[in-house]
């Protein structure tokens, strides 16, 4: 049994013993300092990629393979081809930010040559990015404006090259190397097998319905899986494009879990903005629940209706703001 | 003689001398601990696994005549990119005023995805195939043609059209393999420290022209001229785009063309790099051909139809004193479409 210390520690023990522990507090700090500053060249020169040249994307997994269908009249041109998060950029480098912000799983893709048009070159694009809501993020913030909408999917258009559309978690390209006539007539046998080979899953409901009709502009809603307008952590926030006072001008809108957490995350925009430079406008016409902000010549409003938290960005006119603020008020205030 | 004890504690026997000697063997453990981590310390940081030489870039192939305000310009006008790349060098005194005989001239084009060359997403090979040609026909030893694309190079050159284009012209198109490869540490640098890059293309090379296409790019704002250089990086260089107009601003440093090429005859506008739709795409004939590769992508900008402040990078690599951001200042040549 060690013995009991039976009388106090002495002033110069004690000193000696705060003077050791600051010694291996400064020498942490070091470390931490030391690791903050860590160079990523290490990463790139201890991976398998050493020596700098990349591989091709992962052996294909069966069930990626499986979810490509084989189509009489589409030839395939090489194997289903993965990709995963670590390695998406290896395929879509540039945007595979885009992809993996809203929550992006796996993409297969695959290239094939066509009978009809002869020789078209097709190469199919298979995200799967876990939730419904994610496959229309990524779906809505590449919508191609005055392209043509499609029947087959709740969210599916067409441009003179391409076809994009959301089934379920997954969201679709389909890019042919040319224009023709009719784009999901030519690529519709396809289409059909893999929109059959797809996972059953529910859409979720219509975005658009989530916002007041008057001065939408058609297909115009987008949703913003991260960090909308600048703001971290401000997250899934639908925008939508209006005319409104003859000006353009987006809408935005939230849903939170309660009220609390939307009137919290409608405080943090507004300090964000005013962290920016906006300053809050003071007008009579200006109703108490509605919270006004410029900045040069744009203007911010911010609504908070229960566990809804709206808004408007980048109005050109206090006119075009308050107008649409109260619009989108009117309308969250009768869905209650 | 009598041994001198310490007189002993009046409670529990703990004395000077027992503290004394307990302070040292603390001291003696700190001291060795300290020795060992200082004999191990690697001071260094962690040394590049090859035994290559470290570079400090890839080099200066700009012409001495040609540099800073003194820098040429031309734009010219057109959808022809054949014709348009002809007339707007032919303004500036013809490829000759580039490239000289014997020469041997490296071409970077934007191989970066496998897609057709309709999609614009690459150099497009009608313009490979022009300017190489005009590099023989200046005199021109041999053409070199090379881009890092990450995911399998060789189907990228060859579904963008790119490996025909220079097989046609006589070009050798250079393929990245890891002997090629070599770490680069910017004296300047922040995030280029000991980073491969593919230095191998550029042994025995005299010239280096850049072809570039005109992009949206949903990271950096534009993929042009200075983003191209970014094909020469190796190694997982996607954890870059953390930091984007920071390591644009450095590829401005790392490699100083002869020419740079950058083509606005159809520019992505949107969805960038790498689009897909042809409504991606906006015809904007346009053909920058310029030493300097801050104000060809100055000039880039404008085709996209954004401003300086839209793509911060423009303005950082200028501060950096890789070119100039006022493309006006070297009193650039436009040349109308016929």
Request: glycine share 8%.
């Amino acid at each position: 049994m060690p013995a009991k210390r039976t009388r106090p520690v002495s002033t110069a023990q004690q000193l000696t013993g705060l003077i050791i522990l600051a010694t291996l507090g400064l020498i942490l700090v070091w470390l931490l300092v030391q690791q903050s500053r860590f160079n990523p060249a290490v990463t790139a020169l201890q991976t398998p990629r050493s020596t700098a040249v990349a591989k091709a994307g992962p052996a294909a997994s069966p069930q990626a393979t499986a979810l490509v269908p084989q189509v009489a009249g589409f030839t395939p041109l090489g194997p289903v081809q993965n990709f995963g998060p670590e390695n998406l950029s290896d395929k879509i480098d540039g945007k595979a930010e885009l992809y993996l912000s809203a929550g992006f799983r796996t993409l297969a893709v695959q290239s094939f040559t066509l009978t009809q048009p002869a020789g078209a070159y097709l190469e199919v694009f298979l995200y799967d990015m876990g939730e419904p809501q994610n496959a229309y993020a990524v779906f809505s913030s590449q919508r191609r404006p005055g392209s043509t909408g499609l029947s087959f999917r709740p969210n599916a258009y067409a441009t003179t090259n391409a076809l994009f559309f959301t089934a379920g978690n997954f969201y679709v390209e389909m890019i042919l190397d040319r224009a023709v006539p009719d784009v999901a007539a030519v690529l519709e046998p396809f289409t059909t097998a893999l929109v059959a080979n797809l996972p059953a899953a529910a859409e979720g409901g219509n975005p658009a319905a989530l916002f007041p009709q008057r001065g939408l502009v058609a297909d115009s809603v987008r949703l913003q899986a991260a960090d909308a307008f600048g703001l971290a952590g401000f997250n899934n926030v639908y925008t939508a494009e209006y005319s409104v006072a003859g000006a353009q001008a987006t809408a935005f809108l939230a849903q939170r879990p309660d009220a609390a957490q939307a009137a919290a995350e409608a405080r943090r925009y507004q300090e964000f903005l005013q962290a920016n430079g906006y300053r809050a406008v003071q007008n009579p016409t200006i109703p108490e629940n509605i919270t006004i902000l410029t900045l040069e010549d744009f203007y911010e409003a911010i609504v908070v209706v229960e566990q809804t938290l709206a808004g408007v960005h980048e109005a050109p006119s206090l006119a075009a703001a308050l107008d649409l603020a109260k619009t989108i008020q009117e309308a969250l205030t009768r869905k209650r | 003689m009598s041994t001198t004890a310490a007189p002993p504690s009046q409670e529990g026997g703990f004395t000077r001398r027992d503290f004394l000697r307990r302070l040292g063997y603390a001291a003696a453990v700190t001291v060795a601990a300290g020795g060992l981590g200082l004999w191990r310390h690697d001071a260094q940081g962690p040394v590049v696994q090859s035994p290559k030489k470290v570079l400090s870039g890839l080099g200066d192939f700009s012409l001495p005549n040609f540099r800073g305000e003194a820098g040429k310009m031309a734009i010219a006008e057109g959808l022809d990119r054949a014709q348009t790349v002809g007339r707007g060098l032919e303004a500036l005194g013809g490829m000759g005023a580039f490239i000289q005989a014997g020469d041997s001239v490296l071409i970077k084009v934007n191989a970066a995805f496998a897609t057709p060359p309709a999609l614009g997403a690459t150099t497009h090979p009608e313009l490979l195939a022009a300017v190489a040609k005009l590099c023989f026909q200046a005199g021109a030893s041999q053409v070199l043609v090379t881009d890092n694309p990450i995911n399998d190079p060789l189907t990228c050159f060859r579904i963008s059209g790119l490996e025909a284009a220079a097989k046609q012209v006589g070009a050798q198109l250079i393929l990245p393999r890891p002997a090629l490869f070599q770490p680069v540490s910017l004296p300047t640098g922040r995030l280029l420290q000991q980073w491969p890059t593919l230095a191998g293309v550029f042994t025995g090379v005299s010239k280096v022209i850049l072809l570039s296409p005109v992009k949206d790019h949903q990271r950096a704002g534009a993929s042009m001229t200075l983003k191209n250089i970014y094909g020469f990086l190796g190694g997982r260089r996607n954890i870059f785009h953390q930091d984007i107009n920071g390591i644009i601003t450095e590829l401005a440093l790392l490699l100083k063309p002869t020419l740079c090429i950058l083509d606005g005859t159809v520019a992505m506008v949107t969805n960038g790099p790498t689009g897909g739709s042809l409504s991606d795409l906006k015809e904007t004939g346009a053909m920058v051909i310029a030493t300097d590769p801050v104000a060809a992508d100055a000039v880039g900008v404008e085709i996209l139809g954004r401003r300086l402040d839209d793509i911060p990078y423009i303005r950082m690599a200028a501060a950096a004193g890789a070119g100039l951001a006022d493309y006006e200042r070297l009193k650039p040549v436009v040349i109308p479409a016929k």
